[in-house]
């Protein structure tokens, strides 16, 4: 499913190719948490040129539930996104969101964050809930540690995630996909800042013949040197002709090292995130358009932008909706924040 | 500047014609308080056949401020809509709205509902703002009396609101429009829900010669028989060969009543409002879309509907995102709710 274009030391540029589309890489996946990009359409994902984005198994399962996109006929046709999807298996925010949490051998037990009902994961339920939701790429459930955590206990959730991903894996090859196209299964890195349990648990897994390598549990509180010591093993130890994903890393600078790295794919709430709290990325940095300077600033946003906003509006309109706590301006800054990163990436794979 | 189409009883169709286009009536504002139609973008109104908005003094005289869009070069540019735009004169949110209020001779003072701070509208500073804002059409500021109010204490109400339409008559008369374009001057007809009040106020406004005429403090509160009372006397209050304005009406019902007593013009929030809180209007009836009944229906809102909506998303996917508080679902909702009052109006000028 990775087909290798060209490479410059270690950067790479390729496509992910799935029965649903191709996704040209390195590659930023919006983050599609509830089943949408907040505040934005599909539509306008789609005219900002997005390849693919996440959405979460955690989330979905809770709300609205999976009989719910099963009877729509998949995730694709539920939030009418023709292209790849990605799904998350919840891992990380049974870690971050649910209310009491149990890990246990065959699966981690929790309290939903909605309304405090007990449910549990297991490696193999995870898979049939991605089977049911039908995203074009899935991933195995994992137990990510907190920042920080031990190396001992570090390693005890390694070994179970790795426990869990062979589960996975030989649930995944005992299942097939619902929806007539193909789906396939990443496996996920662990081994919190530990270089020696990281590169342990990418060796076993790559035994395991995962159809692509994610490294979890980073930028989760470590300090940048932590990250990018992890980042730094990406071409080493995870597998040249296969996709590799770096989850949860949005900041563009973190992009930047990752993909000189090796990487392929990133996803984060940054954009989304920081657009709706007022702060704008420009090739001339961060603008937090609340502050007062904005007030009386007619000038573009950024003059290089071709987006929505930057087209059609000032500094001091935007600096206004912000102020007024109007929706409107959360929408223009949304897509504004997206294009600026698919822009970004599109440099990215020119340059390599 | 009204050029009348056809008639049928009652019934106009026809042009209210500005410097900056026409607008085909009976027709149907959104209202855009702080200069944006909330969840919604200039772009997708102007998609939406949207004809002109209103927009109100009161809020952008208090934020972002009236110097902030004179810089801008009016509110046309501010805020990037190069059609029609109405600007309220604020008398409405005065009583709405701000915390403390006293009216005297000369004006209103208030505080603003923002921060408390003081502040005076008089009929002639009123104007000077409206210059500022540049809107094609401005309204006088009235006294809009609350409901129910005593005939005596209305009476008095309306005295100062002709009183101070003749004082903005004639500071209309003597000031200039800012930007280049024409602007229009409506007079405001009150009297609460006395007819010979009602009556009386138009005449004497009609005797000032305003370039069009509206009722205002209409569906504050009143039975529907007080309101259609008030209503039905429009053919014979208001003058024919000039725009007629029922402000702040939208019920559907309501909208379709008046246009057969003789008015072209009419704003609301219910559209946006409703949307906003999951209610979408549809030809069978109204749709509350947090309802359980729609967690698993994959029809679309409106099978008949051509908008973002009902094209490309299901009931159950509508009603996820509601459930999910995301954003993502009042932008939805609101473009559909626009969507079919713009077409419901189309519908309405088609049988003229």
């Known amino acids: 499913m990775y087909k290798l274009i060209s490479r410059k030391d270690k950067e790479r540029r390729g496509q992910i190719i799935t029965e ?30 997005v390849q693919a984005f996440i959405t979460n198994t955690y989330h979905l399962y809770l709300r609205p539930g999976l009989e719910i996109i099963n009877n729509a006929g998949g995730i694709h046709k539920f939030i009418n996104w023709q292209k790849p999807i990605f799904t998350d298996s919840g891992g990380f925010q049974v870690l971050s969101l ?22 549990k994961f297991t490696p193999e ?5 991605q089977r049911n939701l039908g995203s074009d790429i899935m991933m ?16 005890i959730a390694m070994e179970r ?27 996920i890195i662990q081994g919190s800042v530990y270089p020696s349990l990281r590169r342990e648990c990418a060796e076993r897994l790559v035994e395991m013949d995962f159809d692509g390598y994610a490294m979890g549990g980073i930028a989760i509180g470590e300090t940048k040197e932590n990250i990018r010591d992890i980042i730094e093993m990406c071409d080493e130890i995870m597998p040249e002709h296969k996709p590799r994903y770096l989850m949860g890393v949005g900041k563009l600078e973190d992009i930047e090292f990752a993909v000189k790295q090796g990487f392929d794919i990133f996803d984060c709430v940054i954009p989304s995130r920081n657009a709706r709290n007022g702060t704008l990325f420009t090739d001339n940095g961060k603008i937090l358009i ?10 573009a946003i950024d003059e290089n932008c071709d987006c929505l906003l930057c087209r059609n509006y000032s500094r001091a309109y935007l600096h206004h909706l912000f102020r007024a706590n109007e929706i409107t301006g959360m929408m223009l800054a949304t897509e504004h924040n997206i294009n600026y990163y698919m822009k970004f990436m599109e440099k990215i794979r020119e340059n390599i």
């Open 20 to 49: 649903n589309g191709i996704i040209e890489t390195p590659a930023f996946l919006p983050v599609a948490t509830q089943a949408t990009v907040k505040a934005m359409s599909m539509k306008t994902l789609r005219t900002l040129n």
């Open 98 to 119: 649910a209310q009491l949490r149990k890990f246990e051998k065959d699966g981690v037990l929790f309290q939903s964050h909605i309304d405090g009902s007990y449910h």
């Open 125 to 129: 339920n995870n898979v049939d809930m």
């Open 140 to 155: 195995v459930l994992d137990e990510c540690t907190e920042y920080p955590t031990t190396e001992e206990y570090a390693k």
């Open 161 to 187: 995630t790795l426990d869990w991903a062979y589960k996975a894996k030989q649930h995944f090859l005992e299942t097939k996909a619902l929806y007539g196209y193909k789906q396939y299964q990443f496996g």
């Open 290 to 299: 609340r502050n007062a300077q904005y007030k009386n600033d007619f000038k």
